[in-house]
């Protein structure tokens, strides 16, 4: 397991020294700093410095978490630093969590967990040897829309699941995020959206046995993928996600068993609804989040103690591998217009 050894030794201190977790940010666009805003609610947890290009948008964050400006390879070796939070572009995440993890660093990286497959090989491989965690920060596993979700499949109150639809759209990221439009940097918009709805199709149903995909790219950042997954013995599932949603961002999904159907749409005023063959069932019970318990609050929350226990992470550096090869032949099937067999990897 990635970093039980160390974990463990981690932990007793803590524990016996009442010394809080101390962590260093590495990048300050909206995923580095919904990270340190999220671990600055926390308990014994310090944010104790923020690496960013440009430096005034580190110095920003970094006054507002009350720590100081370094960069990503001063904070990848402090000695004040026990956990990497890895938001950088994408194609630079095997370069700063395999550097934290070889000076003793847990890592907790967006997703996607890298670039490549063998980035991502080599980011496990580094800490695995050095008996530190590695978490990958799909966040969807912490939605309430989506556990409930999770839970409803499980429990069996769909009965049988035959159909899933999920969709996630979002505006064009060009003009804010160039590194978004190279593709080999980013993964265009299969690995920066789809890749959520991707590891949820895992979660939810297991490992697929093929994948059928169609991507359009046009002018201004537009993008648009279309994918099929298949089971041998499952749902057919199609994945949808767009960078050309110009009313702004949503995410949604359907889902028919053969006993009722579940619908979530971020636009409605009741966002998850249970619907069966007598007729509508209303919505479907789950907790109400509160901005204390975002669920990027709550996903470093619920990572934070599984260190502290010397356990695994929810989603380890394993898992957002897997993930990542689904994505990445999600784009192989569209560049070559075929359906790809599937076989996650160990």
Request: with cysteine; glycine share 10%; proline share 4%.
């Amino acid at each position: 397991m990635s970093g039980r050894g160390r974990s463990e030794r981690s932990a007793l201190f803590y524990t016996l020294a009442g010394v809080a977790l101390r962590v260093g940010i590495l990048g300050a666009g909206f995923a580095g700093a919904m990270h340190a805003r999220s671990a600055l609610g926390l308990d014994d947890v310090r944010v104790v410095a923020v690496a960013a290009v440009p430096l005034d948008q580190a110095a920003a964050l970094a006054k507002e978490c009350g720590a100081r400006v370094a960069t990503a390879e001063q904070i990848c070796t402090a000695d004040d630093v026990d956990l990497v939070v890895v938001a950088t572009p994408t194609h630079l995440h095997a370069e700063y969590a395999t550097m934290a993890a070889r000076a003793g660093k847990h890592v907790f990286c967006e997703k996607p967990i890298a670039r490549t497959r063998e980035q991502a090989e080599e980011m496990v491989r580094a800490c695995d040897a050095a008996g530190v965690t590695l978490a990958v920060g799909h966040v969807v596993r912490y939605f309430p829309e989506y556990q409930r979700a999770k839970q409803l499949l499980d429990d069996g109150t769909l009965g049988r699941p035959a159909i899933a639809t999920l969709v996630r759209g979002n505006f064009s990221v060009g003009s804010a995020r160039e590194w978004y439009l190279d593709d080999a940097k980013s993964g265009g918009v299969v690995l920066d959206l789809m890749l959520h709805d991707l590891d949820t199709v895992r979660w939810w149903f297991g490992e697929p046995s093929r994948v059928y995909a169609r991507r359009f790219t046009g002018g201004g950042g537009l993008e648009y993928a279309l994918a099929t997954i298949r089971y041998d013995d499952r749902p057919i599932v199609q994945v949808e996600a767009s960078w050309a949603e110009h009313a702004g961002f949503r995410t949604g999904f359907e889902l028919r068993g053969d006993r009722g159907m579940l619908v979530h749409d971020s636009r409605d005023a009741s966002p998850l609804t249970v619907q069966s063959p007598a007729g509508p069932a209303g919505p479907a019970m789950m907790a109400t989040p509160t901005l204390a318990e975002s669920p990027y609050r709550r996903q470093l929350r619920d990572l934070f103690a599984r260190i502290r226990r010397g356990e695994r992470p929810r989603v380890d550096g394993h898992e957002g591998l897997r993930s990542l090869a689904l994505g990445l032949a999600v784009i192989e099937s569209a560049d070559r217009g075929s359906v790809i067999a599937w076989k996650a990897p160990a």
